[in-house]
């Protein structure tokens, strides 16, 4: 993994300070040397992770003539079988680097080369014959890519601080980002946080060339209609998803120089994927762990079964609401967005306990939830259709105490506010009708900001732009399909891959590889029957009954509880970290401008007379969504992103091809 950035200008080559200026902004993200192109009408820059061919590889990298170049982050991992197609097809290569098939592979197929790819990516092409540049994301977003146009100029980055090094590019919150935050959890690309800033939407190519600047698809998600999915064998099914998840699990622990580890949460999804590393390969495995303080979200049990099972050599990290409040400020600078709570600040620390281990790839469970049906919200939509089909049932209602279990304050506990709550908009017909609760309660966040932040936003069309999106055929999907769809365009790419993934991963210069998000087993899941993911209220049904043998019953059978961490209580309590009162002070959110000082003000005391502790879901999101816009506020529209300490790491490889030709 690593980070790129360049200029295109068309016309004079770009200036090298701001090459290298942009490429220390990255350095987190690559610690093991930097170089920069650069060009009539281009420069590319890239900090480098060395994983494959850690001995060759620097980039930016080209093929034989010099004719194409690239900046690449990510890993291509079907690369060994893709450049034995490429050395047949007459190509040469100078290193043993997946970076490298990237370039023939163009040369060879065009942008018919994405679609042969099993990766996860984020690449810049340079075609100095056809004075073009490419840039390509992988199909679900793993990996980031932001741009500011500027006229024919264009600016791109892994980051957004990146971009910032350049003085051309304003920064400023953009308020229709900030709306979608506020409703989605994330921006849905190709907006971001930042007014001017776009990024790349996963699945896309973008050209920029003479002609301008255009983007397509070359991949989008996409489901059977209701009744014609291919396969209704649930045995021959299971089957297939083991085959395809154990070899996208192989794939991502053996393509790599350098040893690779796993995250074991104590869930079912990074249990499969070690339990598939210890069984299927021959090396050694350690494992790591997020524990809590707080018995509430601690799973570390179900952690130490499974590695006692597995044999693996364990790694814990215990976190506490301290630590959560002292490292955010961090979190959020490399998160680059509001975030709605604060799970991501005890992932960061678990990245840095897996690089002061040594460690610079982990294996992960990301994607299985999306993929595979795990959600409660998925569980919510079925509720919530069984109950449309007669609304005004007595018994059809009570169906809702049954979701969220593990809650403290699960809608068991209060069945008339569960009944009022997840008993609005109940239309069967509705594309959102799984995502209409989530949406109604992260709007109320919106009552926090000012009337100027308001008004700025009303050309905000969400959801509606968002369900304008979903593809004609949608309608014939079922209404777990249409979830997934949502779920997979909302929150995999804005949070959990960003926010909660890349960003606190890369922040430790780790890179993270998700099995259940190659290709293969993703295309092969959405055409699952969706009785096959969710089986009545059964949650990852077919992952299950796939891998039941090689999992102890404690986990396969545990009730399904999501990633979570202390919130509001992190922030409020006597010891809070002083940053906390200082950004929520009247005159530093009157000087941002976004929210109101009095209202701020009396949520913080309200939170505080309870340390946090007896604050509801939307208040936790409130404190959560003051506290990380104001942060991101003060960081990158009062300063620009930077920090003293930010230069390129070195080596640094440094090819200027203006000089061609010149004594």
């Known amino acids: 993994m690593c980070g790129i950035c360049g200029v295109y200008t068309g016309g004079p080559a770009p200036d090298v300070d701001l090459l290298l200026r942009m490429v220390g902004r990255l350095r987190h993200r690559g610690p093991d040397g930097s170089g920069y192109l650069r060009d009539a009408g281009v420069g590319l820059g890239h900090a480098r992770l060395a994983i494959i061919d850690t001995a060759g590889g620097a980039q930016p990298l080209s093929n034989e003539d010099g004719s194409l170049w690239v900046s690449f982050n990510g890993e291509i991992f079907n690369y060994l079988e893709l450049r034995e197609e490429l050395l047949a097809c007459g190509h040469r290569f ?115 060339d003479a002609g301008g600047f255009r983007t397509h698809p070359y991949w989008t998600i996409d489901f059977p209609l209701r009744g014609e999915e291919p396969g209704q064998d649930v045995r021959a099914n299971a ?57 509430e979200f601690d799973e570390g049990r179900y952690q130490q079964l499974m590695a006692s099972r597995l044999g693996t050599r364990h790694h ?127 709007t109320a966040l919106k009552t926090m900001l000012t009337q100027d932040a308001r008004a700025a936003a009303t050309a905000s069309r969400a959801p509606d732009d968002l369900l304008a999106r979903m593809p004609g055929h949608s309608a014939g999907w079922d209404t777990l399909g249409r979830a997934q769809w949502l779920e997979m365009t909302t929150l995999l790419p804005g949070y959990i891959l960003a926010s909660q993934g890349d960003r606190m991963l890369m922040a430790n210069s780790v890179e993270g590889r998700f099995p259940f998000l190659d290709h293969t087993v993703v295309e092969f899941a959405n055409a699952l029957p969706a009785r096959h993911k969710l089986l009545g209220l059964e949650e990852k049904y077919l992952l299950k009954r796939a891998f039941a043998d090689v999992l102890p019953p404690q986990i396969v059978q545990r009730p399904k509880q999501p990633y979570r961490a202390p919130d509001a209580a992190s ?57 990380s816009t104001q942060l991101l506020h003060h960081l990158f529209i009062a300063g620009d992103g930077g920090q003293p300490a930010d230069a390129p790491s070195t080596p640094l490889t440094a090819i200027d091809l203006t000089m061609e030709g010149q004594s």
Not at 147 to 168: I, M, N
Not at 573 to 585: C, H
Request: with cysteine; hydrophobic share 40%.
């Open 94 to 208: 100078a290193t043993a680097s997946d970076t490298e098939v990237i370039v023939h592979a163009w040369e060879q197929w065009g942008e018919q080369a994405f679609s042969r790819f099993n990766g996860q990516w984020a690449l810049a092409l340079w075609d100095r014959t056809q004075r073009r540049l490419i840039l390509s994301r992988d199909r679900l977003g793993v990996r980031p890519l932001y741009y500011r146009r500027d006229g024919e100029r264009l600016v791109f980055a892994s980051e957004v601080k990146a971009l910032f090094a350049d003085p051309t590019v304003s920064r400023e919150i953009d308020p229709i980002g900030l709306d979608e935050t506020f409703t989605y959890w994330s921006t849905v690309a190709p907006r971001t946080p930042f007014a001017g800033v776009q990024q790349l939407q996963p699945g896309h190519v973008a050209v920029v």
């Open 239 to 295: 089957e297939a998803l083991r085959e395809r998840l154990v070899e996208a699990t192989r794939l991502r622990f053996v393509r790599s120089d350098v040893p690779v580890g796993a995250y074991l949460s104590g869930g079912i999804d990074s249990s499969v994927t070690a339990a598939i590393v210890t069984r299927y390969t021959d090396a050694p495995l350690d494992t790591f762990s997020l524990r809590f303080d707080d018995q």
């Open 316 to 442: 814990e990290v215990v976190v506490s609401p301290r630590q959560i409040a002292e490292v955010f400020p961090d979190v959020v600078r490399h998160a680059e967005a509001p975030v709605l709570r604060a799970a991501p600040a005890p992932l960061f620390l678990l990245s840095r306990l897996v690089r002061q281990h040594g460690y610079r790839v982990v294996v992960t469970g990301e994607g299985a939830d999306e993929v595979l049906g795990g959600y409660d919200i998925y569980r919510e939509a079925r509720v919530r259709q069984f109950w449309a089909r007669d609304p005004s049932s007595a018994v059809r209602d009570r169906a809702a105490e049954l979701l969220y279990p593990w809650m403290v304050r699960s809608p068991g506990q209060a069945p008339a506010f569960a009944r009022g709550f997840f008993g609005q908009h109940l239309d069967a017909t509705d594309p959102a009708l799984s995502h209409r609760p989530r949406w109604q309660s992260t």
């Open 571 to 627: 922030f409020c309590a006597p010891d809070a970290p002083d940053w906390i009162g200082e950004l929520t002070s009247p005159a530093a959110v009157a000087s941002a401008g976004l929210f109101e000082p009095r209202m701020v003000q009396g949520l913080f005391t309200k939170a505080r007379r309870n340390a946090g502790r007896e604050l509801g879901n939307t208040d936790n999101m409130r404190v959560l969504a003051v506290l």
